[in-house]
């Protein structure tokens, strides 16, 4: 998987997909995540849009995985 380059490619590939959001995963590159947290704030409230909700993440040399799930 790869990491996004920008919060503009995040919120590209949050549009752009279809399907269940068990089976998303957006990959975060460290540089991406702020001391303040404002770009995975930009993220996080395109994901609460689409009625997801996050699901926790997975540590990568470099990175994080974010996952997500419906929101009920």
Known sequence: MKPIASVQEGLERLDTFVGNADDFELAVP????????????????????????????????GYRIYRYKAAD
């Open 30 to 61: 460290e540089t991406l995540l702020d001391p303040v947290g404002i770009n995975m704030a930009i993220l996080t409230d395109r994901v609460l849009a689409r009625g997801w909700l996050p699901n926790g993440f997975v540590q990568r040399s």
